[in-house]
């Protein structure tokens, strides 16, 4: 979280003459994030391994190791036998007795609230779902509540709780925390940081917000085995469409938070009319809305308070699909023909080595996956993609809450 986020504390500023004191603490406060990572990704580890991967020394490696485990965030764990004569090495792990972070989602007519602990196991889950109609601050309210309840839960007791994240489903910016938009929702230029953080503030406890899209592409990059890739675009098709941009390892959020909004690009100068004003945008054309449409319109019939969620309905269309409703089955071919299209424009623009698709095409991957493919090798000019691979999201529907989490470790 960056130093003016509500509730991260304002570091004291050194003077003049302690600007090496400065440089040497931000070098050992990076090789100590460089280590954490690395346990955290490939642990139980030896120290021997990790001095190889970081490239850092035997002693200087002992000496981070050791800060770590005071800080209750590494464990020594077995004594693994050295190959031939050498000293038996201490494996390191994980350790996630000390921190919990606490991971929310606010979504179309949902929220979900996760506690986990360092080591990313779950202590707590709580979801709940609110009237399309409900107000922004009435859905907030609820939400605090159920912020307030994961971090009073006896899972919590004996931990400290380090952080809240909270993934919305809307155009968040970086800079303010607003939420700009929310097609989805029906809001427009809420002030989601200043609602929640005001409720936290007796906790002291740091709070951050972002888009779904963006934190489920944190946690796809961290992990799911692509923490090496240089880059990588995780497409979340749900009611609405998003992207969340990876190079290096780092979320790239644009100049004020807006990368990835491609639901909003124009794939066509016809269809229905998006749920921001426009015609032809990919969101109208792929999103759960359309899929249902096409592939089962009995489901968006009725009253918001009598229609099934989202999801629900997403559900229902992959059991239609598994057994053999033809009008299904050809409903989610015709949007992931729109969905791919739009694939095919993102690996045109960013030639990304992973394009990751969550949403509900996870559930429908046997037909979703070789129709967005196809699309992609039809309108991409680069031979074979450029290298793009293609895939669906290996972490579901917790994407989001377990890329808030992450976004709080850091």
């Not at 990076?30 to 346990?39: A, C, H, I, T, Y």
């Not at 179309?108 to 709940?128: C, H, I, K, N, S």
């Not at 019939?301 to 999801?311: E, K, L, V």
Request: aromatic residues 2%.
């Amino acid at each position: 979280m960056s130093q003016d986020e509500p509730g991260r504390s304002l570091p004291s500023r050194p003077a003049s003459g302690d600007a090496s004191a400065l440089n040497q603490g931000g070098m050992r406060s990076q090789n100590l994030s460089v280590v954490l990572g690395q346990v955290r990704a490939r642990g139980p580890v030896s120290r021997a391994q990790l001095a190889a991967s970081t490239g850092l020394t035997k002693p200087g490696i002992t000496k981070l190791v050791a800060d770590l485990v005071a800080r209750g965030l590494v464990r020594d764990g077995d004594t693994v036998p050295a190959p031939g004569r050498g000293r038996p090495s201490v494996m390191v792990h994980v350790d996630g007795s000390a921190l919990a972070f606490v991971a929310a989602e606010l979504n179309v007519r949902t929220l979900r609230v996760r506690l986990l602990d360092f080591a990313g196991r779950e202590l707590l889950r709580d979801d709940a779902s609110f009237a399309g109609s409900a107000s922004p601050r009435a859905v907030l309210r609820s939400l605090v509540q159920m912020l307030d309840h994961a971090i009073d839960a006896e899972p919590a007791r004996g931990r400290r709780v380090a952080g809240v994240g909270l993934a919305v489903a809307g155009l968040v910016g970086t800079g303010s925390g607003r939420l700009v938009t929310a097609p989805g929702l029906g809001w427009r230029d809420v002030d989601v940081v200043g609602v929640v953080a005001e409720a936290l503030q007796r906790r002291e406890v740091p709070f951050l917000v972002d888009n779904v899209a963006r934190l489920g592409a944190l946690a796809e990059a961290r992990l799911t085995g692509l923490d090496d890739a240089r880059s990588i675009v995780r497409i979340e098709a749900a009611t609405g469409i998003g992207a969340g941009i990876v190079l290096q390892g780092e979320l790239e959020p644009g100049v004020a938070g807006y990368a990835g909004a491609i639901g909003h690009i124009t794939v066509t100068g016809r269809g229905p009319r998006c749920l921001c004003g426009r015609i032809g945008c990919l969101e109208a054309m792929a999103g759960i809305p359309a899929l249902v449409r096409a592939a089962a319109p009995d489901l968006a019939d009725g009253t918001s308070r009598r229609r099934p969620t989202p999801a629900q309905q997403v559900q229902e269309v992959a059991r239609r699909v598994d057994g053999g409703d033809r009008q299904a089955v050809q409903g989610v071919r015709r949007t992931a023909t729109w969905l791919g299209r739009g694939v095919a424009t993102v690996v045109s623009l960013l030639d990304p080595e992973h394009v990751v698709l969550g949403g509900y095409p996870v559930l429908l991957r046997d037909v979703v996956l070789p129709v967005v493919e196809a699309e992609v090798d039809a309108h991409v000019v680069a031979p074979d993609r450029g290298g793009t691979q293609l895939r669906t999201s290996a972490l579901g529907d917790e994407a989001a809450l377990l890329g808030a989490a992450e976004a709080c470790r850091r």
